[in-house]
């Protein structure tokens, strides 16, 4: 099979405030833009902020909605880590380690962009654990 890429669209306030953090902030490339959406490359994932006039609502906490990447090598998810910390974004949930000395231990952190979008960047310390660890029943905090 071809390589597949990502794609999701979300919801921002204005695109001036989305190049500041996705472009300026986490590194993303930018693609086709008019004044109500902007395509951006994240590690070769097509996301797509579109500008909404509703009030863009904040939800309590992780769950259910955030998107973000999985980091196959930690060295790139730490890369990310500097890059997010010298660039001061702001953290939802600071670095942390989940599921510690577990077959799903996970290096992860989460953003909250200007919109209140949670964006998840994490790494698993065993790769099996990424899919193929069905017999285990943890997904997320307990």
């Keep these: ?3 597949v890429l990502f794609h999701i669209a979300f919801p921002v306030a204005n695109i001036h405030e989305t190049k500041t953090f996705y472009v ?3 590194g993303c490339q930018e693609g086709r833009e008019t004044a109500k959406a902007l395509v951006l490359n994240l590690y070769e994932h097509q996301i797509i902020a579109h500008v909404v006039s ?9 769950y259910p909605r955030h998107f973000g990447l999985v980091f196959t090598a ?5 890369c990310l880590l500097n890059r997010v910390r010298s660039r001061q974004l702001k953290f939802y949930q600071e670095p942390r380690c989940r599921f510690s ?4 231990e ?5 953003l909250e962009d200007p919109f209140k979008n949670l964006l998840e960047f994490k790494y698993y310390c065993h790769s099996e654990a990424i899919f193929e ?3 285990l ?3 997320g905090d307990v």
């Excluded at 509703?54 to 992780?62: M, R, S, T, V, W």
């Excluded at 930690?74 to 730490?78: C, I, S």
């Excluded at 996970?106 to 989460?110: I, K, L, P, S």
């Design 137 to 139: 029943s943890l997904i």
């Design 1 to 3: 099979m071809n390589p």
């Design 133 to 135: 660890t069905r017999e």
């Design 106 to 110: 996970h290096r992860t952190f989460f």
């Design 54 to 62: 509703e009030p863009i609502e904040c939800q309590k906490g992780i």
């Design 101 to 104: 000395d577990s077959l799903i």
């Design 74 to 78: 930690e060295f790139d998810w730490k």
């Design 24 to 26: 300026d902030g986490l």
